[in-house]
């Protein structure tokens, strides 16, 4: 057992995996869950947790680990609400893929001798709410850490268990550093990936349905990202929206060159570019990020049994 007490504020996807994770490899003594939904409260009480709270800060009295697992955009009014009820020396972390904003809303509600962790897990599937987790979804998944200048060795060391614990594998990355980094490994691929559902929409009004009854696997594979929580993906590009246009104009940049290849029929620079970009492809399965290592059970599936499958 590395924490006593749990806190998890918010019961999607995220807090559900890491609720039977921690229950499946003895990690965690209590776990405490809040949602701002009774019905998602009703769900996770029956599933995963051993309290559920009606509020967030009943959930975190006498927790030594809270996880703030709620939209970036709410963050903040979570951490007001719940400052004054943390523990002395209890650690918070969160879940979001966009650090610089979590950073800038949550810190100032902390008080002296709390330890603020923040993290973001690179797992996930399109599904979301309590029934959607599985204890396996982490493994040999990234998950990062961008620990604040001072922060305490113990601390980290004992959040870095955990995670590992889990299944995880752990990197530290500097905030503005991580910001970056994911707006181009998942930020702008769910924007294109919503983009691109956007056209077939626009062709299936004008194609009597064509586009959408003989998608292919290709199409059904790149855009599946796109049936992700739109809340989450709102916030996400509101909070990292530096990082997400510079990184979009590159990619406009790169389909710029790409579309003139094309027109003008140069397939030597064709078959040159995707070459490189299949070398490239190749790279991130070797680097262990091209598989699942979990299937993503159909919401509603209590058990949290796992198979690999193909993302």
């Known amino acids: 057992m590395i924490y006593q007490r749990v806190a998890l504020i918010g019961l999607g996807l995220i807090a559900s995996s890491m609720a039977h994770a921690m229950r499946a490899n003895g990690l965690a003594g209590e776990i405490v869950g809040y949602a701002k939904s009774p019905e998602t409260r009703a769900v996770a009480k029956e599933l995963f947790c051993d309290r559920v709270t009606e509020s967030a800060a009943e959930a975190v009295r006498g927790a030594d680990l809270v996880v703030l697992a709620v939209p970036v955009g709410v963050m903040g009014e979570i951490a007001a609400e719940i400052g004054q009820h943390l523990a002395p020396g209890a650690t918070v972390t969160d879940v979001g893929s966009v650090k610089q904003a979590v950073v800038d809303a949550v810190t100032p509600h902390l008080p002296a001798g709390v330890h603020f962790i923040p993290g973001h897990p690179m797992a996930g599937t399109e599904y979301s709410g309590p029934r959607s987790g599985f204890a396996t979804l982490f493994q040999n998944r990234w998950w990062l850490l961008t620990p604040p200048e001072g922060c305490d060795p113990e601390a980290l060391a004992r959040l870095r268990q955990l995670i590992e614990g889990m299944g995880a594998k752990v990197d530290l990355l500097d905030v503005g550093h ?134």
């Open 178 to 311: 991580h910001d970056l980094v994911v707006a181009v490994v998942s930020h702008v691929p769910h924007a294109i990936a919503y983009t691109m559902v956007g056209v077939a929409d626009h062709m299936r009004r004008v194609s009597q349905s064509e586009v959408i009854k003989y998608s292919a696997a290709g199409f059904r594979d790149f855009t599946r990202i796109a049936a992700s929580d739109p809340v989450m993906w709102r916030d996400v590009f509101l909070t990292n929206k530096d990082a997400v246009l510079d990184i979009l104009g590159r990619f406009a940049e790169e389909l710029f060159v790409l579309q003139r290849a094309i027109r003008m029929g140069d397939g030597e620079h064709l078959h040159a570019y995707f070459t490189r970009t299949r070398a490239i492809r190749r790279g991130i399965i070797e680097a262990g990020q091209g598989l699942a290592c979990a299937w993503r059970p159909r919401p509603g599936r209590r058990t949290s049994t796992a198979r690999p499958v193909r993302w």
